[in-house]
């Protein structure tokens, strides 16, 4: 009897085990894929997407792969291009049906780059102007021999305007100090200015600075950095690599990413829209940036480290400061600088 018993415990035990191991050989299995290999292979538009995967203990039925918005049933078929990727972060999902009844989902993000190569922008300094310097610079643009800046800094921000050459205010506006002022776009006859952490925008009259409305940022903006004006949409930098396109109520039309041929590029800072193009200063960095605000492809950059020794007069002295005055000549100054170079830009 006893023997019976352990035989009879020794029958099930072993059904059981075959039971287990069923189920996991049939629901749980392992997929080995190269996805995390994906964001450091410097993938680029026009390239094939190097996708691998594979499974040593299921029966793969069929897969789809979702790239971004687009579905393919065969790596094979996929090249990254307009239809179906972007400049900066893609999103990747394989389906997988296995083993007749069961489906497993795996997900991954990856960076594409630019197809070109940033060209070099060179400039020549044609002028020099004076700059007050105690305007921590954060908007800066120019219109009929006229500057209209806002300058940060918590209790000393202020947005001021003035004529090209005078240190002197024509006009000038007092922020709040729970403010700290950073960079705007004008449209409409209305001047948004972004602040800082404060999630904040401030509408003031373009003409006399009175203010005319306060609201708060869509949840898409990380923090109010830099701000221009394209057409009828306003561009913002918030920190990111991104730059994010606004219409006149702040609803979000679309983001590029600025992304050179190897470089995806941060901290994007003051902006400017001229000849088609995004100018933008980074911080803390002695460049400006030439971006293509249909694709965020970075198509030139500019090194002005030498004007930015001159002018590094403490660690927050950083180039900032964009303003286009006609054809290739912009205005370039820099938070505390004491000079506005007026120069010429030429793409090699």
């Given at each position: 009897m006893k023997f019976f018993i352990k035989y009879k415990l020794f029958l099930l035990s072993l059904l059981f085990i075959t039971w287990v191991t069923s189920c996991k050989n049939d629901s749980d299995i392992s997929v080995s894929t190269n996805f995390e290999q994906l964001d450091t292979m410097g993938l680029h538009i026009g390239d094939k997407l190097p996708l691998e995967f594979t499974s040593s203990d299921a029966t793969i039925n069929s897969y789809t792969i979702k790239l971004n918005d687009k579905l393919y049933s065969d790596l094979k078929e996929i090249t990254l291009d307009s239809t179906n990727a972007q400049i900066g972060t893609n999103y990747l999902v394989l389906t997988l049906n296995y083993n007749g009844k069961h489906q497993k989902v795996i997900d991954a993000t990856f960076s594409v780059y630019s197809q070109e190569k940033e060209k070099e922008l060179t400039y020549k300094i044609v002028g020099e102007y004076p700059h007050n310097p105690e305007l921590f610079t954060q908007g800066f643009t120019y219109q009929n021999g006229v500057i209209t800046e806002s300058s940060g800094q918590y209790g000393k921000s202020k947005l001021v305007r003035y004529p090209l050459g005078s240190t002197t205010y024509t006009q000038s506006v007092d922020i709040?100090?729970?403010?700290?002022?950073?960079?705007?776009?004008?449209?409409?006859?209305?001047?948004?200015?972004?602040?800082?952490?404060?999630?904040?925008?401030?509408v003031f009259d373009e003409s006399d600075f009175k203010l005319t409305n306060q609201f708060t940022y869509p949840g898409s903006i990380i923090e109010g950095w830099g701000a221009t004006t394209m057409g009828k949409e306003i561009v913002v930098s918030d920190s990111?690599?991104?730059?994010?396109?606004?219409?006149?109520?702040?609803?979000?039309?679309?983001?590029?990413?600025?992304?050179?041929?190897?470089?995806?590029?941060?901290?994007?800072n003051e902006l400017e829209y001229a000849n088609g193009y995004i100018y933008a200063n980074v911080f803390d960095a002695p460049i400006i940036l030439v971006i293509n605000p249909a694709t965020g492809s970075v198509v030139a950059k500019a090194d002005f480290s030498e004007l930015v020794k001159q002018n590094k007069t403490n660690s927050e002295a950083v180039l900032n400061g964009i303003a286009h005055v006609e054809g290739n000549t912009f205005l370039i100054t820099g938070k505390l600088w004491s000079k506005i170079y007026k120069v010429e830009f030429n793409i090699k």
């Amino acid at each position: 009897m006893k023997f019976f018993i352990k035989y009879k415990l020794f029958l099930l035990s072993l059904l059981f085990i075959t039971w287990v191991t069923s189920c996991k050989n049939d629901s749980d299995i392992s997929v080995s894929t190269n996805f995390e290999q994906l964001d450091t292979m410097g993938l680029h538009i026009g390239d094939k997407l190097p996708l691998e995967f594979t499974s040593s203990d299921a029966t793969i039925n069929s897969y789809t792969i979702k790239l971004n918005d687009k579905l393919y049933s065969d790596l094979k078929e996929i090249t990254l291009d307009s239809t179906n990727a972007q400049i900066g972060t893609n999103y990747l999902v394989l389906t997988l049906n296995y083993n007749g009844k069961h489906q497993k989902v795996i997900d991954a993000t990856f960076s594409v780059y630019s197809q070109e190569k940033e060209k070099e922008l060179t400039y020549k300094i044609v002028g020099e102007y004076p700059h007050n310097p105690e305007l921590f610079t954060q908007g800066f643009t120019y219109q009929n021999g006229v500057i209209t800046e806002s300058s940060g800094q918590y209790g000393k921000s202020k947005l001021v305007r003035y004529p090209l050459g005078s240190t002197t205010y024509t006009q000038s506006v007092d922020i709040d100090s729970k403010f700290f002022a950073e960079g705007f776009a004008v449209l409409n006859k209305k001047l948004y200015l972004l602040t800082w952490r404060e999630r904040t925008c401030l509408v003031f009259d373009e003409s006399d600075f009175k203010l005319t409305n306060q609201f708060t940022y869509p949840g898409s903006i990380i923090e109010g950095w830099g701000a221009t004006t394209m057409g009828k949409e306003i561009v913002v930098s918030d920190s990111s690599s991104n730059l994010k396109f606004f219409d006149s109520d702040f609803n979000l039309k679309k983001t590029v990413t600025a992304a050179g041929y190897d470089t995806i590029y941060t901290y994007l800072n003051e902006l400017e829209y001229a000849n088609g193009y995004i100018y933008a200063n980074v911080f803390d960095a002695p460049i400006i940036l030439v971006i293509n605000p249909a694709t965020g492809s970075v198509v030139a950059k500019a090194d002005f480290s030498e004007l930015v020794k001159q002018n590094k007069t403490n660690s927050e002295a950083v180039l900032n400061g964009i303003a286009h005055v006609e054809g290739n000549t912009f205005l370039i100054t820099g938070k505390l600088w004491s000079k506005i170079y007026k120069v010429e830009f030429n793409i090699k």
